[in-house]
């Protein structure tokens, strides 16, 4: 993509609007949360104080609006805390000359390291740094410092009180990344009824697990309905993709495929139904499909037979489980647990995350790290536009460093977009609000009548688009500093040329200085091959020992492939808007070789929950040489992750070798001899039960047989990418 073409597609990205708008409650809520603290502040203390409480209570405020599963309550309040150290801090080295920009930089850079930790801690220490650099102006005591920063956390404290008792829509977003979780097996099963290889999307599956992992206050008071069903929606994956996969479930054609989309449709059906009921927390209302899922006799028409049958089975007593979970629920008392398959996940408050990330950042503390690179950048920036501002004396000279900080971001599209964004809002905000305030002339009262208004509608327009939320920002700012002296009309416009200053500061040193995710492609195609290897190799040694308790590795193993997968489409996506020609990472690997090689590693992680789908009981008979088998995968994609980092030929000669000794050694044991119909010939065996060593060597027959198909695509699509 051309510069010209990447700077128009994110401008006009940034510029787009959306017709959704925020709860008009919640950005209702937020904005009295902020006359709570603006008013009595500003009668009791002044319009100084009045400044720092009324930013606090808005960075605070925006803190909830973040996408986030922790109470809101709690992200206000650590919101809060760190505004009133950043004040505090900021006041502080105001009164020494020289040290605010070292202090500035040091900010910035923590500021670029906090998005290690998530995207919701890197927005709110960007607008520590806001804060700081808006509310901080004039020398002042220790003391006075101490009491900014005080009144700037009790910005974040008066929302945590107005949330807590103002609740709205608490577990709103838990019950979303549920009930997405079952609207995405939906039209999954749907899609396996035209293509029986299709892939499902991780994405809702890894949203409702972190929405799953709760505080202990969390634990205690989550509504019973959330309790159980992710788990369930976890086993429903891979049995859909079984039942409908041709090699180790149906038929490809005939009356049994005919069937396999009948119970599909069902499916498909009685989960939409399950996502209704979860999303808006009203009992579970079955369609009159919901019989079909039953397994039809022989003398009322066609039956599923062998692995399908028991992948049918599995499925429709999936199904009644959660259903029945759910009605249950609705039965039971709040604080009545509901067992669920894994367990809670829990996780620390905020007051116990240091450990956790102080971890995730320093892990990031490495050149070649993005979030690394954007800290360096950040702090680069913010401190630049901060100096050169009071170098050209002027007097509000903070709206550069702070336009810089609120813009730059880890990517080039959200950067440049939001710049955009920023730049267009802040100057429709200043020339709006300027304009009141030259005409009307308000009063203190009235300017912060006005300003909690603007912050409401900014609230408002969170979900609409950036460029309408700086709008109000803008304004809200501009009519919070008209409570001090100063001419509105040349305030206005250095505001809108340091707005600008800051913006293109920040869009020129990206340019300079880029975090290019093409040239990181290698690195996460490398990691998703390994990833994907590793929970491949866990499934398939499940069937040598399956007494041996291997669950928690196979899921370990399927989350890791799940989050390597996610970063790769990731890194995909904001590649595509990246500007010029960019070398992908890997030695004389094209940007078409990895989309193919991208292709055969789903087909990998797909082979392997084909085989999670039939995994024996604790009672059956093992495998002979399946361990063998996924040691030597393992191995073997650990190495070819490697090979593709270093530029060297990938080859899974060893995992054929270790096919052949498999099925050498399984023999006599298999029920057939082909790999599409094997599996289906089987008439009796539980997954679930004791299953006969013939049933299960057949699974793992053809579960390989497709792990050796993908790894040979993969093979055809780097070769000659090697030395």
């Not at 838990?174 to 293509?195: F, V």
């Not at 789903?602 to 059956?620: I, M, T």
């Not at 299960?696 to 030395?723: F, H, K, P």
């Amino acid at each position: 993509m051309s510069w010209f073409a990447a700077l128009r597609d994110t401008a006009r990205t940034g510029l787009t609007l959306d017709r959704a708008l925020t709860d008009p409650k919640r950005a209702l809520r937020g904005a009295v949360a902020v006359a709570l603290v603006l008013f009595p502040t500003l009668a009791l203390g002044g319009v100084g104080l009045a400044t720092s409480a009324a930013m606090g209570a808005f960075i605070a405020g925006s803190a909830t609006f973040q996408r986030s599963f922790r109470p809101r309550a709690s992200l206000a309040v650590a919101a809060g805390v760190g505004l009133g150290v950043s004040t505090f801090l900021g006041y502080l080295a105001a009164g020494v000359y020289g040290l605010f920009p070292v202090l500035l930089a040091v900010w910035a850079f923590g500021a670029g390291l906090a998005w290690a930790i998530g995207p919701t801690a890197g927005v709110v220490t960007a607008n520590t740094l806001s804060v700081m650099l808006i509310v901080v102006q004039l020398p002042v005591s220790a003391a006075a410092a101490l009491g900014h920063g005080l009144v700037a956390a009790l910005g974040g404290v008066v929302q945590a009180v107005v949330i807590t008792l103002w609740p709205i829509g608490s577990w709103s977003a838990q019950r979303a990344a549920l009930a997405d979780t079952y609207a995405e097996l939906a039209d999954y099963a749907r899609r396996l009824r035209q293509d029986p290889t299709a892939h499902v999307d991780p994405e809702p599956f890894m949203t409702a697990r972190r929405a799953s992992a709760v505080t202990p206050w969390q634990d205690r008071h989550r509504p019973p309905e959330l309790r159980g069903l992710r788990g369930i929606a976890e086993r429903i994956r891979p049995t859909l993709a079984a039942l409908a996969d041709p090699k180790v479930g149906a038929p490809e054609e005939g009356p049994e495929r005919d069937r396999a989309r009948e119970v599909l449709a069902a499916a498909a059906e009685v989960m939409d139904a399950l996502a209704r009921a979860v999303r808006t927390g009203d009992p579970v209302r079955l369609p009159r499909s919901a019989p079909a899922l039953t397994l039809v006799r022989p003398d009322q028409g066609v039956q599923l037979r062998g692995a399908a049958r028991r992948s049918a089975r599995r499925l429709g007593g999936l199904l009644r489980k959660a259903a029945d979970t759910l009605d249950r629920n609705d039965e039971d008392t709040i604080t009545t647990p509901v067992v669920g398959a894994g367990g809670a996940l829990h996780k620390p408050s905020i007051s116990r995350m240091l450990p956790v990330a102080l971890r995730a950042v320093r892990r990031q503390l490495r050149p070649r790290s993005a979030i690394f690179q954007h800290a360096v950048r950040l702090a680069g920036v913010v401190t630049a536009a901060y100096l050169l501002a009071r170098l050209a004396g002027f007097h509000h000279g903070y709206w550069a460093p702070m336009t810089a900080a609120m813009v730059m971001r880890p990517d080039f599209a959200q950067t440049y977009s939001r710049g955009v964004a920023r730049l267009a809002g802040t100057v429709v905000g200043v020339a709006v609000s300027t304009l009141v305030v030259q005409l009307a002339h308000p009063g203190e009262w009235v300017l912060a009548s006005l300003a909690v208004l603007c912050i409401g509608g900014a609230y408002l327009a969170f979900r609409t688009g950036y460029a309408l939320t700086t709008v109000g920002i803008s304004s809200y700012v501009v009519f919070l500093l008209g409570l001090q002296a100063g001419d509105p009309l040349v305030t206005a416009f250095e505001r809108v040329g340091l707005t600008l200053l800051g913006g293109s500061l920040a869009l020129l040193t990206y340019a300079l200085f880029p975090t290019w995710q093409t040239a990181r492609l290698g690195e996460r195609l490398a990691e998703w091959l390994a990833a994907a290897g590793r929970y491949a190799a866990e499934v398939v040694a499940c069937y040598e020992d399956p007494a041996a308790p291997r669950g928690r590795a196979v899921r370990a193993a399927l989350l890791d492939s799940r989050e390597a997968r996610s970063e790769l489409l990731q890194a995909m996506q904001r590649a595509d808007a990246e500007p010029g020609r960019h070398e992908s990472g890997l030695d004389g690997v094209s940007r078409r070789q990895i989309e193919r090689a991208r292709a055969a590693v789903g087909h990998l992680g797909r082979a392997a929950v084909l085989l999670e789908a039939h995994l024996p009981g604790a009672d059956a008979e093992p495998v002979p040489g399946a361990a063998e088998y996924a040691e030597e995968l393992r191995l073997a994609t650990a190495l070819a992750a490697g090979a593709l980092l270093t530029g060297r030929a990938v080859e899974f000669s060893g995992v054929r070798e270790a096919q052949v000794r498999l099925e050498e050694g399984l023999g006599g044991r298999s029920v057939g001899g082909s790999v599409g119909g094997s599996v289906g010939g089987a008439e009796r065996g539980s997954v679930g039960g004791s299953a006969g060593a013939g049933v299960q060597g057949d699974v793992v027959r053809a579960g390989t047989r497709l792990v050796g198909v993908a790894l040979r695509d993969l093979e055809r699509a780097l070769r000659g990418a090697g030395g």
